[in-house]
């Protein structure tokens, strides 16, 4: 009960000069960095693995979802197949690669 009566007159009291737009300006601020933080550069993320995924060659080196590392034998629309160590080829669906492997780093990350 005490908390609620304190957050109550927190919000200060009618003639208080504080602007009626107040609270609206400060979820627009809220939102903007939320979008400028976490939505807009999670979106430059998915267009860059995006774009590596359509331009996968015959030949690269790639690394998937689960870790396993491998170069690319065949590409068709959605699927890839890759060789593994011991000559075995897997047949996997283009959304498990995920990296490129000639690199360290996952794609879209500096």
Same mark, same amino acid.
């Given at each position: 009960? %005490?908390?609620?009566?304190?957050?109550?007159? $927190?919000?200060? $009291?009618?003639?208080?000069?504080?602007?009626?737009?107040?609270?609206?300006?400060?979820?627009?601020?809220?939102? $903007?960095?939320?979008?400028?933080?976490?939505?807009?550069? %999670?979106?430059?993320?998915?267009?860059?693995? %995006?774009?590596?995924?359509?331009?996968? %060659?015959?030949?690269?080196?790639?690394?998937?979802?689960?870790?396993?590392?491998?170069?690319?034998?065949?590409?068709?629309?959605?699927?890839?197949?890759?060789?593994?160590?011991?000559?075995?080829?897997?047949?996997?669906?283009?959304? $498990?690669?995920?990296?490129?492997?000639?690199?360290?780093?996952?794609?879209?990350?500096?």
């Amino acid at each position: 009960m %005490q908390l609620n009566s304190i957050l109550l007159m $927190a919000g200060g $009291a009618k003639g208080s000069d504080q602007s009626p737009y107040s609270g609206l300006i400060m979820m627009v601020l809220i939102i $903007a960095v939320f979008y400028f933080f976490f939505i807009r550069p %999670q979106q430059k993320k998915n267009k860059e693995i %995006q774009k590596f995924r359509q331009g996968l %060659q015959k030949g690269d080196k790639v690394i998937t979802i689960g870790g396993i590392h491998g170069k690319v034998l065949e590409i068709s629309e959605t699927t890839v197949i890759i060789e593994v160590e011991g000559q075995s080829r897997l047949k996997l669906n283009k959304d $498990a690669v995920t990296q490129d492997g000639t690199s360290d780093k996952p794609i879209g990350q500096k």
